[in-house]
């Protein structure tokens, strides 16, 4: 009876020893396949350069060499691809085929539909390896992310939201907005004081003009020379003021009148004040078509994700650009630029980019069936 109960315990003891065992397995392969599957997620991002960033963690035969297991630092790391808007999504098949030196992998790609890219929720439709790079990813903006199959296994990659989209764009925009702002303090003072002291000459002319005119009249009627004398010099006199307002034509190419001898002196003081404040017009004008083709890029950029986008909606930015604000306002008002002359602005800022506008034609998709035929 004792051997029995011996025997009984050592069985029940081997019997829990493996039950244990095998948990601990099941876990460990479990433990693998989610960290499987949180591997398989990639993500895009926008460089600075105008091109694209793609981030995949590849399958582990990717990194594997002569058939072995790959390790698992090899397993968590992730392969970047810069890309082009230009460039076909097959372009990015060959990439991920040159990755890796073993045979078995390469060999895996001479099979049809060894990469594919679906950006929509029904799996059975995917892009034309044909299809461009931002064509594609015009589409995938909408989703927020797209998928891809390589060699049978998933990859989920993420899609950058408006705002990771237009972060350099943005970023470029606040630091000229913030010295055209300082520009334009600078600029308005200058004007204001350029144009006091052109009042002051305008007055100065008018009482020329007036002690001229009492200095004849007094000369003809209350003077020994009379009109006999004043005539001559009355007459040269006006001849001299023809001359000389054909010598300003010459000299100005435009017409003398009060409103021209105004702007004159008012540039010309302007222009005195500009160099001793060290204000460089050209730079200024330069700044200012700058900030226009960026913000005509960001509106363009906007419309993808339905987001109408204007600068100057928080309060930080009213209260720090808002001169400005109202100068390139005021630019574009004066241009009266329709929306097909933004677009072409914004053109060489979002061409090389991440173009998300939503294209006029229908994608190119390709419907999978899974009947055989």
């Known amino acids: 009876m004792h051997r029995t109960n011996v025997f009984m315990r050592v069985c029940t003891a081997r019997f829990l020893q493996s039950s244990i065992t095998r948990r601990i397995h099941t876990s460990r392969c479990l433990r693998s396949d989610a960290k499987d599957v949180v591997a398989r997620k990639g993500h895009l991002e926008f460089t600075k350069s105008s091109l694209y960033k793609l981030c995949l963690p590849l399958p582990a035969q990717a990194h594997s060499s002569d058939g072995q297991k790959a390790t698992e630092a ?76 390589v060699m049978g296994q998933d990859i989920h990659v993420s899609v950058p939201t408006f705002a990771q989209r237009t972060r350099f764009l943005r970023e470029s925009l606040h ?66 003021m023809v001359y000389s307002g054909y010598l300003w034509f010459l000299y100005h190419n435009r017409e003398i009148s009060y409103s021209s001898v105004f702007g004159a002196a008012t540039s010309q003081q302007s222009h005195k004040l500009y ?16 900030v226009k083709k960026l913000r005509h890029a960001i509106k363009r950029a906007g419309r993808d994700y339905g987001i109408d986008w204007e600068q100057g909606m928080t309060e930080e930015d009213i209260a720090s650009v808002q001169r400005a604000l109202q100068v390139v306002r005021r630019e574009d008002e004066g241009e009266g630029e329709d929306e097909d002359h933004e677009e072409k602005k914004g053109e060489q800022y979002l061409e090389s980019e991440a173009d998300l506008t939503a294209p006029d034609e229908k994608p190119t998709v390709i419907k999978e069936s899974n009947k055989k035929q």
Not at 99 to 127: C, I, K, L, M, Y
Not at 175 to 197: G, N, P, Q, S
Not at 275 to 290: C, G, V
Request: proline share 4%.
């Open 175 to 240: 630091r000229k907005m913030t010295e055209i702002e300082r520009l334009t303090k600078v600029k308005d003072e200058c004007d204001a004081i350029a144009k006091r002291t052109a009042k002051r000459f305008v007055i100065m002319g008018a009482g020329v003009l007036a002690t001229w005119w009492l200095g004849v009249g007094f000369a003809t009627f209350y003077t020994n020379l009379g009109w006999d004398t004043m005539e001559p010099i009355t007459y040269l006199t006006g001849i001299g």
């Open 74 to 149: 090899q397993e968590k790391s992730d392969t970047i691809f810069l890309l082009h808007s230009a460039q076909p999504l097959s372009y990015i098949t060959d990439m991920i085929r040159h990755e890796s030196p073993s045979s078995s992998w390469s060999q895996g790609f001479s099979t049809p539909n060894a990469v594919t890219f679906h950006s929509g929720p029904d799996p059975s439709e995917r892009w034309c390896a044909s299809t461009g790079i931002g064509d594609f990813l015009r589409d995938a903006a909408i989703q927020g992310s797209f998928k891809m199959t």
């Open 275 to 290: 160099l001793r404040h060290n204000f460089d017009p050209d730079r200024y004008a330069e700044l200012i078509k700058e």
